[in-house]
T-cell receptor
């Protein structure tokens, strides 16, 4: 299996611009997670979906962040408008129904200038 | 909610020596404890996990021990090699679900040749 696939791997954007991060989970997995990693706060869960339905979005920092999962093989995390403090690595991860193992993608490195 | 503390934040060992990383958790309901290894520029990868009905688990040079009474668990790496150099994260899950993982702050392990 190709694993969790994220795009773009790197993004540099100007403050105020919209950013869209994309994720393809492992085929057959029914749970999808978006995490943010920073030096100050470590790994934080932003939101997770189960069977394409958002279950817990309490980690989403503010209304500028939104996430969607239109089908079992695709999810997006959007930041609009972006701010410099959003600079971080954003990880998508997925897990299957039967096990607890979470598999992470390689991450999207976002820099907002 | 759950709180996971991880020590030390940095650890340097000579090649061939053992490395030990320790984590404590706060919620006695936690019963799933995975360890992740994150290499530079990559996403975290599961290396070993343990559930609360087991006190110790080994996989070649890696072992994890769990003390539920004291609410702490540890990662042991024996015969360290330079390729073991990475950031290691512990995590704990309330109710055994991957959807509720709380991560430690990470340990930067450096194996000196």
């Amino acid at each position: 299996d190709a694993g969790v696939i994220q795009s773009p791997r790197h993004e540099v954007t100007e403050m105020g611009q919209e950013v869209t991060l994309r994720c393809k989970p492992i085929s057959g997995h029914n749970s999808l997670f978006w995490y943010r990693q920073t030096m100050m706060r470590g790994l934080e869960l932003l939101i997770y979906f189960n069977n394409n339905v958002p279950i817990d979005d309490s980690g989403m920092p503010e209304d500028r962040f939104s996430a969607k999962m239109p089908n079992a093989s695709f999810s997006t995390l959007k930041i609009q408008p972006s701010e410099p403090r959003d600079s971080a690595v954003y990880f998508c991860a997925s897990s299957g129904a039967l096990g607890n193992t979470i598999y992470f993608g390689e991450g999207s490195w976002l820099t907002v200038v | 909610g759950e709180n996971v503390e991880q020590h030390p934040s940095t650890l340097s060992v000579q090649e061939g020596d053992s490395a030990v990383i320790k984590c404590t958790y706060s919620d006695s309901a936690s019963n799933y404890f995975p360890w992740y290894k994150q290499e530079l520029g990559k996403g975290p990868q599961l290396i070993i996990d343990i559930r609360s009905n087991v006190g110790e688990k080994k996989d070649q040079r890696i072992a994890v021990t769990l003390n539920k009474t004291a609410k702490h668990f540890s990662l042991h790496i024996t015969e360290t090699q330079p390729e073991d150099s990475a950031v290691y994260f512990c995590a704990a899950s309330i109710g055994g679900s991957a959807r509720q993982l709380t991560f430690g702050s990470g340990t930067q392990l450096t194996v000196l040749p």
